[in-house]
């Protein structure tokens, strides 16, 4: 007679209403329970959960536990850490584009890591002194001399990463140098879900040697992740965080940071403490969301 066991564990993907768990006992094919369906709850890539495994192999999904952050453009659950790249050239860098996804991860709670690829073809001093001085982490990336690929590569142990960037900065030839063994099954799955916005994207963890996760998200681009949590105006300012020592500190408790007389942000910024970039960008963001009420927030969301 067969032997049930309660145990936790860690969604490495789902497919077709199948869900790959791995345990402390070893890997799960599970199955959710309908109570999921009918509360609309889905598991994803990335979860913690509960399930009632069996001795061949096979289980049931009983828990989905808290969940610290979630994307829903791929469907991925409990990132800690986004790496970022965007080249230096071919194509330029979009300032806006970096600025609304760093501030997106870092209101999702997802360590933001920009990477710069083809220093071979530019020089990358002048972004990785703006992006130091904001306090996130900035690699500069060549694929042609492997410069800052091993610097990349140990930041991967003991959490879940991901990595975003738009066609042609890179992003495809970092992932190959870090993970050689996985070129061709990655191909093989980017080609097979497609590249399209709308096409359904399945995610899988790949487990790494030294510990820890990186997802595998076919066409994920800077696009999918800037477009979140960018309605709350009260929040935004929670997405740079080289604002954090000044927020409460300006004069007028209202402060947008933007023009007011008496903003410690602004006054930061004039003292070179805070990027001007970046502080443009926060801005143009500010401008965007400022007029969204709060009803309109959710259906905003994607």
Known sequence: MS?????????????????????????????????????????????????????????????????????VRPPIANIDQLFIVTSLRDPS????????????AELEQIAPVLVLTKTDLDDASSLQEIYSVAGIPCFAVSSVTGEGVDQVGALLEGRISAFTGNSGVGKSTLLNALFPDLQLKTGEISQKLGRGRHTTREVELYKLEGGGYVADTPGFSTFDIERYRMT????????????????????????????????????????????????????????????VKQWQQKSKRV
Do not use: W
Request: net charge neutral; proline share 5%; glycine share 10%.
């Open 3 to 71: 032997e049930s066991r309660h145990l936790e564990g860690l969604v490495r993907k789902g497919i077709g209403g199948f869900y790959t768990v791995e345990t402390p006992e070893g890997i799960y094919t599970c199955t959710a329970r309908g109570k999921f369906r009918k509360a609309r709850i889905s598991p994803y890539a990335g979860d913690r959960v509960r399930i009632l495994g069996e001795e061949d192999g096979t289980g049931a999904l009983e828990e989905i536990l808290p969940r610290k952050n979630f994307l």
């Open 232 to 291: 709350d105006k009260e929040k935004l300012a929670f997405g740079f965080r080289e604002f954090a020592p000044y927020l409460g500190a300006c004069q007028f408790s209202s402060c947008s940071h933007t023009c007011e007389k008496g903003c410690a942000v602004l006054q930061a910024v004039e003292e070179g403490k805070i990027p001007r970039s970046r502080h443009e960008s926060y801005c143009a963001m500010y401008q965007e969301v400022k007029d």
């Open 93 to 104: 860098p979009d300032p806006l584009i970096l600025d609304k996804t760093i501030a997106a």
